[in-house]
């Protein structure tokens, strides 16, 4: 029992690493207050998470500052056109709802709508990852999409389920404002970095081969 509350104990190891994701948490909360950082902001997280799994990353913030500053001008332009494509599907589904529109139409929305999604959910992780350009990364990140549908869906689930239970009654409302405003955004970022990892599992092994 004793090891257990030692340093190099279990207890010890969760709440460094309970810190750690609160840390990251602020951060990404912080720098995504201008609305236009939110893509810099998830990408710099995704940056932290992989090297907090890879090499027991410790020093967040520094690393979190400098994978924002890196990456500011691709993912910036990358969350451009990301919530240019919501905005324009959330006109959609507002026309949807107030016409009668054909199931046709109500599909294709849908399925455009789960491809916007996915894009966000695999764009600013894949920027994390390569240093491909934007043009690039909507193309991969479409290729998989395809590839793994069933993965894709899961990884939705994951991200979008949360938000869509807060919306059930105003008690988790409450709740998952209060998770989120402390480790909730960098709790599900670690957990989807650990499926992402593995859905990119063959396209790192080639990076680092070529490296």
Known sequence: METFFRIEGPFYRIMLKTWHLLTLN?????ASLPLFTIGAAQTAGFVVVKRMIEVDESKIVSTFIRAFKENFKKSTLLWGIIAGIFYFLWLDWQFILVMNQ????LVGVAMVSIMALNLFQYGFFYQAIFK???KQTLKNTV????????SSLFL???MVGPYILMGVSSYLLIFGIYIHLFVGISFQLYIRTFILLNLFKSQLEKEDTLQ
């Not at 602020?26 to 912080?30: D, E, G, R, V, Y």
């Not at 054909?102 to 139409?105: A, C, H, L, P």
């Not at 290729?143 to 549908?149: G, H, Q, R």
């Open 26 to 30: 602020l951060c990404i909360l912080l």
């Open 102 to 105: 054909s199931i046709f139409v």
């Open 132 to 134: 491909d350009t934007i």
């Open 143 to 150: 290729k998989l999409l395809i590839k793994k549908p069933v």
């Open 156 to 158: 939705l689930v994951l």
